[in-house]
């Protein structure tokens, strides 16, 4: 099928992703829909008049013949809905675009994606849960979505990188920029492992209005979405959403009652919208993921030979999980007092590292 047809028929005035799809079934080729006379046009179901003598009259293939020009200089891959790499999970939802413009190299199709998503204004909390969730699942094989915005989903990016996780960007318009500026560097890095991805053609702003139709994509290319953080409003919520109605799963972090940061979340819980998860561990067993990876022999931990015999107790109780003051406490039978001042000592010995909350984790 020809790419400037393929481009064109994106291009015309009134026919969006559902009448093209009509075309495309009826005619099966871009290229047979700018061939067809106006009686074939107006004998498919929903393609009136008007809409016919826009595809007679559109000048498309002159504008489609100028955006090639910029996608082959950049070396842009065009993926039309009936191709065979165009993301499989994505062409399952009914509003699924047409044609999506992409720079990287992680595979759409790939066995494992999930999208992670949350608010723009991220905590120390919010941040700690990407890096864990990054932690987590780099063995098993993982492709991780997000927006490029700032917050949540620019960490989940950059935690992605950290851990060598393919990890790709869905953007709210053109690829002949990055936004927010501040982002390029990281989606530099991204293109060479993960990549870029839009429906929107180059010189497209990020205009309000592309948000929502950008959230439907991070929600439709994965097996599951995860919210972060959200406030009461937003795109994260927008986005879960969006997944609930694809039937995809969404789950979310819970946060504490009087933060405004985990309100979202809460509520999505509250209301059965998502399923909770505590740890990044829980996703693993909610995918069934369980059983990618071979069992490993369990490695003993080597503890400092300067620990008192109560700090080693702390260090062994941490080993396979964080745990707050009071549940060591309960643990070791000492006061909080006490035990402060050796998670103290500790945490200045880069043992263990404390999260929000008063919980620890080995570092």
Not at 246 to 272: M, Q
Not at 281 to 291: A, C, E, P, R
Request: proline share 4%.
């Amino acid at each position: 099928m020809s790419l400037i047809h393929k481009i064109a028929l994106t291009l015309i005035k009134s026919v969006g992703h559902i009448h093209a799809k009509k075309l495309l079934d009826h005619f099966g080729t871009a290229e047979a829909v700018f061939k067809a006379s106006k009686e074939q046009l107006i004998e498919i179901n929903g393609i009136g008049e008007v809409i016919a003598n826009l595809i007679l009259q559109s000048d498309a293939l002159s504008e489609a013949e100028r955006e090639i020009t910029f996608i082959k200089k950049h070396r842009i891959k065009v993926l039309f809905y009936s191709d065979d790499d165009y993301p499989q999970r994505l062409k399952n939802c009914h509003d699924a675009p047409i044609l999506l413009y992409y720079k990287g190299s992680a595979d759409l199709n790939h066995p494992r994606i999930i999208s992670v998503v949350g608010t723009r204004k991220a905590t120390a909390y919010g941040r700690q849960l990407c890096q864990q969730l990054a932690e987590t699942l780099a063995p098993y094989n993982v492709i991780i979505v997000s927006g490029l915005a700032y917050g949540i989903d620019v960490a989940s990016h950059k935690e992605s990188l950290v851990h060598n996780i393919p990890t790709v960007g869905v953007m709210a318009h053109g690829l002949d920029r990055i936004y927010p500026a501040l982002h390029k560097q990281v989606a530099r890095k991204m293109v060479l492992n993960g990549g870029l991805l839009t429906e929107f053609l180059p010189n497209t702003n990020p205009d309000k209005e592309n948000f929502p139709k950008r959230n439907r994509i991070i929600a439709g290319l994965s097996d599951a979405t995860i919210v972060v953080e959200a406030t009461g409003k937003g795109g994260a919520l927008i986005t879960a959403d969006i997944a609930n109605s694809y039937n995809r799963d969404v789950y979310a972090f819970p946060g504490r009652t009087t933060d405004p940061f985990s309100e979202g979340c809460n509520f999505l819980i509250k209301t059965n919208r998502a399923a909770l998860i505590n740890h990044a561990k829980d996703l693993v067993y909610y995918l069934g993921w369980d059983d990618v990876l071979p069992e490993k022999e369990e490695i003993q931990v080597q503890l400092p030979i300067k620990l008192s015999k109560d700090e080693q107790k702390v260090v062994l109780l941490l080993k396979d999980a964080s745990l707050r003051i009071d549940e060591l406490a309960i643990c070791l039978n000492v006061n909080q007092s006490k035990l402060a001042m050796l998670l103290l000592n500790l945490e200045m010995q880069g043992i263990l590292i404390s999260l929000p909350g008063k919980v620890y984790k080995l570092n």
